[in-house]
């Protein structure tokens, strides 16, 4: 319960006093400083209702219980509406991560990613909040591979996902289209003339065409890298971020070779999963910040483009 909620009177006042409530932290832990500013809305609240006709009733309601939808609708916030986007200021900033979905492909899943998120503590059974258990694999949807993912050794030596260099994940990057009619091979490697000093390539395929990640089902006919143009950009390229548009770097025929190639160094970092459907092939900013998982060979991850 709310300090003002907690006064005689309140729920009788004027609807900018309740509104005034709702951008409270009303769950928020005491410490010193909120004590103090609630003692000062408290001081300057007693003064108003000493000076405010108010008929008595106190209201003993949680916050986020029917009472509130009164207050919502003299507040404006009867009708909600969610707006999801995929640019940011004006298109400047792009989002190339995939929202999680339960029908989104999942490795080698016939019937997709399915349930991943869980209620576990809801205010409809009277808890003071909502609270949401995640569990999904950590090669889902937008993601990136650590060292530790197909070698025992670095596996075993903590080469995680919280060991990856953050100087690679962000800078400038360079968004290709590969030809759309084969794997990624050392031949389509040098048709691509990826310029020198270049850091961080991402390669739009066919399976961008065929909006491979918005189909539920798995499916090994995607393009990836075959081990020879895995060899060839680490051999002829400064390039030390690749990123893919499907769930695997490396086309299934080689799907083993092609990673061994790219993670034996330790210096490639592996993101897949792309969303590059809606972005024109450039130069861009990238910034991707996957999750701090200690002991995870493999974590989500959150990139975006800035124009």
Not at 241 to 262: E, K, N, Q, R, T
Request: proline content about 5%; some cysteine.
């Amino acid at each position: 319960m709310s300090n003002l909620a907690a006064v005689d009177g309140v729920a009788d006042q004027p609807a900018a006093l309740l509104c005034i409530e709702k951008e409270m932290d009303v769950h928020s832990p005491p410490t010193a400083m909120a004590a103090a500013a609630a003692a000062d809305s408290l001081f300057f609240l007693f003064l108003y209702l000493l000076v405010s006709p108010s008929p008595g009733g106190a209201t003993t309601a949680h916050p986020g219980y029917p009472q509130e939808e009164e207050e919502e609708a003299e507040c404006g916030l009867r009708d909600l509406a969610v707006v999801r986007r995929e640019e940011y200021g004006g298109g400047r900033i792009v989002d190339i991560s995939h929202a999680y979905r339960e029908e989104m492909p999942g490795w080698e899943r016939e019937e997709g990613l399915g349930r991943f998120l869980r209620l576990t503590r809801s205010m409809d059974d009277g808890d003071v909040a909502y609270f949401s258990e995640l569990r999904l694999p950590a090669h889902s949807g937008t993601h990136v591979d650590a060292p530790g993912h197909v070698f025992r050794r670095y596996y075993d030596a903590g080469f995680d996902v919280d060991t990856l260099d953050l100087d690679v994940l962000n800078g400038p990057a360079l968004l290709l289209d590969v030809p759309r009619d084969k794997n990624i091979t050392a031949e389509v490697m040098k048709s691509l003339h990826i310029p020198k000093g270049a850091r961080r390539v991402l390669f739009r395929t066919l399976n961008t065409d065929r909006q491979l990640m918005w189909k539920t089902e798995f499916d090994t006919s995607y393009v990836g890298f075959m081990k020879d143009g895995a060899q060839w950009l680490v051999d002829n390229t400064d390039v030390k971020l690749v990123g893919v548009d499907y769930l695997s770097i490396a086309a299934w025929d080689d799907l083993i070779p092609s990673h061994l190639v790219f993670l034996r160094s330790r210096e490639i970092i592996l993101v897949e999963a792309l969303k590059l459907d809606h972005v024109e092939a450039d130069v861009y900013d990238l910034h991707c910040l996957p999750l701090r998982l200690r002991g995870a060979e493999g974590s989500p991850i959150r990139c975006i483009l800035i124009k």
